[in-house]
T-cell receptor
Framework: SQQGEEDPQALSIQEGENATMNCSYK?????LQWYRQNSGRGLVHLIL?????REKHSGRLRVTLDTSKKSSSLLITASRAADTASYFC???????????FGKGTSLLVTP | DGGITQSPKYLFRKEGQNVTLSCEQN?????MYWYRQDPGQGLRLIYY???????QKGDIAEGYSVSREKKESFPLTVTSAQKNPTAFYLC???????????FGDGTRLSIL
C-alpha cells in the first residue's frame, strides 16, 4: 500500500534556487528514505533517516523528519539543471522489510 | 562493478503469452524485490524475497509469479492472467532490513 504522499506533485524552479519537497505518511515507521529517479531509469537512493533522528545532511541535500506530524521534507539547495528528476519518499514500518513509496514529486530545474 | 542488471530493457507481450523478466545482482544481497510503476505513479510492490527458496506476495501479486533458486537471481514472470501488464518493472535488492535499496534500470513491458 502507498503510505507516503509527496507534495507538491510538480515543482519548477530556476537554477540556483532551493527546492523543497514534502512527504506525509500514516503509520509508525522504522525509517524514511528519499530516492531520485531520472526519466526512464531506476531509482537512486539519496538519504535514509531513522525514526529517532530529526535531521540529516548529505552535500546539498537536507532531510528533516517530524514523527509527531508524520511528515518529512527534502531540501535541495542551489539547484542545478542536473537535479531535474522525480523524487520519491519511501517508508519502512517496524515489522516490515519492504518499502512503501509515495507517488513522487516531479522537479524541473531550468537554466 | 557491483550492481543490479535487468533484462531486457524493452519487452513486448502477445495476448495469452507468459513473459519472464530477468533480475541479477552481484552485490551479495540477501533480499530482492519486484516493483511495478505506472505513469505518474509511485512504485507498487509485487513480490519480495528475503532468502533463497522463499518469497512473499506484495500488494499486487495477482497475475505474477517469481522464483528464488539462487541468491543472485530473482526472475519475474508476467502471466496471461495479468490483464493489464503494460508498465515499467523495477527490481531492487538490499543487504538486510533497514538498509537502502539498490535498483536496476528497469524493464518496460508493452502489449502487442
Amino acid at each position: 500500500s502507498q503510505q507516503g504522499e509527496e507534495d507538491p506533485q510538480a515543482l519548477s524552479i530556476q537554477e540556483g534556487e532551493n527546492a523543497t519537497m514534502n512527504c506525509s505518511y500514516k503509520t509508525s515507521i522504522n525509517n524514511l528514505q528519499w530516492y531520485r529517479q531520472n526519466s526512464g531509469r531506476g531509482l537512486v537512493h539519496l538519504i535514509l533517516i531513522r525514526s529517532n533522528e530529526r535531521e540529516k545532511h548529505s552535500g546539498r541535500l537536507r532531510v528533516t523528519l517530524d514523527t509527531s506530524k508524520k511528515s518529512s521534507s527534502l531540501l535541495i539547495t542551489a539547484s542545478r539543471a542536473a537535479d531535474t528528476a522525480s523524487y520519491f519518499c519511501a517508508t519502512q514500518i517496524p515489522s516490515g522489510y519492504a518499502l512503501n513509496f509515495g507517488k513522487g514529486t516531479s522537479l524541473l530545474v531550468t537554466p | 562493478d557491483g550492481g543490479i542488471t535487468q533484462s531486457p530493457k524493452y519487452l513486448f507481450r502477445k495476448e495469452g503469452q507468459n513473459v519472464t523478466l530477468s533480475c541479477e545482482q552481484n552485490l551479495n544481497h540477501d533480499a530482492m524485490y519486484w516493483y511495478r510503476q505506472d505513469p505518474g505513479q509511485g512504485l507498487r510492490l509485487i513480490y519480495y524475497s528475503q532468502i533463497v527458496n522463499d518469497f512473499q506476495k506484495g500488494d499486487i501479486a495477482e497475475g505474477y509469479s517469481v522464483s528464488r533458486e539462487k541468491k543472485e537471481s530473482f526472475p519475474l514472470t508476467v502471466t496471461s492472467a495479468q490483464k493489464n501488464p503494460t508498465a515499467f518493472y523495477l527490481c531492487a535488492s538490499t543487504e538486510f532490513g533497514n538498509q537502502p535499496q539498490h535498483f536496476g534500470d528497469g524493464t518496460r513491458l508493452s502489449i502487442l
